[in-house]
């Protein structure tokens, strides 16, 4: 588990996740210290909305030294009744909406959080080829996204009960890949083979840029022949 940690009116706060998702810990760090300045963020009741993801902080003792833990959703059981010291998760997805963004040259991101609903037509759940589009929202709390089937021949005939309404945490269930669109503006339409995305497009059918699975893959790839070069490096060094 890595621990970053913060130091945010005299107090420690300390941030856990399974993997090294410093850019996105620091941010969430950076971003709680400038909310102290105006408001407690250490009372009980406090809760952030930071992307599409919400924290809270819980106080911890140890060896007589107190501190407090950031806590998220359990998106993937209860969101609403269950937290998690582990922010996993809610970084990935953060990481995950901040790239997308970035490579699709999006400046006004349209935010989406984890209780606002998306509509899902219920035969797209376990399809390999699935597409999201994004309407004008109808509500509060309505993400204006849909969830459907790539192809559909009876696209806008389908009956009520073959529709469902859900958070769009659900889809850490079912596709969770789909989340990183989820700031993308209304009229978005998002192309989904499996758990990877395959095509992205504005409201005006233009082509928009994006990461792919493969582009991922390189990345790492070329990260950790870095770490390794640079390791090598100070071994010589040391002889």
């Keep these: 588990m ?3 940690e913060a130091e945010i009116n005299n107090k420690t706060v300390k941030l856990y996740s399974r993997f090294p998702l410093k850019n996105a810990a620091t941010a969430l760090l950076r971003t709680l210290n400038e909310v102290s ?29 107190s501190y407090y833990i950031v806590q998220t959703a359990d998106y993937r059981n209860d969101p609403v009744n269950l937290r998690l010291d582990d922010c996993s998760d809610a970084l990935i997805v953060q990481n995950m909406q901040v790239d997308t963004n970035m490579k699709a040259k999006i400046t ?79 009229g978005t339409l998002a192309v989904f083979h499996e758990n990877e995305m395959t095509a992205l497009v504005d409201k005006d059918d ?27 490096s100070e071994n010589n060094s040391d002889n």
Excluded: C
């Excluded at 699975?213 to 790839?221: E, F, N, T, V």
């Design 2 to 4: 890595y621990i970053f």
């Design 108 to 186: 006004k991101p349209e935010p989406t959080l984890f209780s606002d609903t998306i509509l899902v037509l219920k035969e797209a759940i376990n399809a390999s080829d699935v597409y999201l589009n994004r309407s004008e929202p109808t509500e509060n709390g309505d993400s204006g996204w849909y969830f459907g089937l790539l192809n559909d021949e009876r696209e806008g005939k389908h009956e009520p009960d073959e529709l469902v309404t859900v958070p769009t945490s659900e889809l850490m269930k079912f596709r969770s890949e789909a989340l990183r669109v989820m700031q993308m503006p209304v």
């Design 206 to 232: 233009k082509p928009l840029e994006f990461t792919t699975a493969d582009d991922r893959k390189q990345s790492i790839a070329a990260k950790a022949a870095a770490k390794a070069a640079n390791s090598g």
């Design 37 to 65: 300045t105006k408001t407690n963020i250490f009372s009980p009741t406090f809760a952030l909305n930071y992307g599409w993801a919400r924290y809270f902080l819980s106080k911890r003792s140890e060896k007589n030294k």
